[in-house]
């Protein structure tokens, strides 16, 4: 049972989670398939212009929402109206619908770059795009519980 | 035309007089300012200090020479003087200092001029963004880049205007001077997005289209330090702009009331 505290700010727990989910995600990416792995490429030959664009802009935007979302839960917080399950939800949303963006989008239609080189890639593309999907829709069946909650 | 193989000495000095000649200025305003009020902070000093060595850095001496030549420095400065060097400067309050150093009536006749439509346009954080990563797509994206290193004017114009334009995107961003005129947060995160979008998209594009002259391995490299480089000093942008909107969010009243009430 979410206390009024949380249910009346029960929006911005979940922008903030949905921000935060959002911003983790791309730093994973960026740390571990980039950096890490070197699975990722900077750039790829067949990268289209509107490539580029998509990735400077979703670069950018997941900059800001990681740590303005962090911010954000020191507000609630400060307000003792943070509620971490549906907070999570949107993590959870965020996370996977920003993989699946990367995925499907990013990957497949502007061909930014692959997830990984010199491989058979469908294992890969389905594995990726799989579990964003089923991580999107924990999300969500989360988010939806708390709703419940809300109402009741 | 010649190209100039090498940065000629009056250029570099033409360059570096005004930083030399700011780092001087603000001590002295330090020290008249102690003298009527609390004791000015060391660390905006340091700051200040800091960020207008940085610039000299990038337009003077080995590094500013060595830029010339290659990309990769050339890029290093980039980030130095148009973007570590402002943010420092920025951090180190010059307006306040200079307002607490003067007396009263000459402070109130600059806070006059501050409020001139000129420096209103300049804090709409819309107007250096567009002179700033504008700048920076014409300059790699037309001929300048390479016109810039053939002519002295046009290489310190070009340099003047990335610093510039750096300080006053940062100004107009994080709001650590007297601001007379504040736009809201939200306006303020757009731009900043929209910003970091443009020269992130710049900088991969020089990776993969590299500028007229510029070697391709250089060209990559510096690209990734545009890019990466550019990551982390907004970082530092960024963290300020969301502490100073937790600061400005602290809500007045005690928000636990009516608990009962909603269950």
Redesign the interface.
Known sequence: MPDSNQANVSKRNLWSGILFGLGLVAFIDETVFHQLLNWHHFYDQSTTKIGLVSDGIFHAFSWIATVGGLFMVADLRRRAAWWPKRWIGGALLGIGLFNLYDGLIQHKVMKLHQIRYGVDLLPYDLVWNISAAIIALIGIAIILNTNKSIKS | MHALHHLEPILQLILAIPFVFLIVIYKAAVMMSNRRYSRWPWYRTACWTIGNLFCLLAVAGPLAEAAHQDFRIHMIGHLLLGMAGPLLMVLSKPVSLLLRSIPIRNARRITAVLRKKFFHALMNPLLPALLNIGGLWVLYKTDLFVLMHHSMWLYAIIHAHIFLAGYFFTASIIYIDKTPYGYSFVYR?II??????????LA??L??YPPDGVPITQAEAG??IM?YGG?AV??VI??IF??Q??KA???RKH??T??L???
């Not at chain 2, 900043?192 to 998209?201: F, K, M, T, Y």
């Open positions: 995160a900043l997005i929209l910003a970091l979008a443009g020269h992130q998209i991969k594009s990776y993969a690209s990734m890019y990551d907004d970082l960024i963290i969301c502490y909107w937790y969010a602290k809500p928000h636990q009516n608990t009430e909603a269950k």
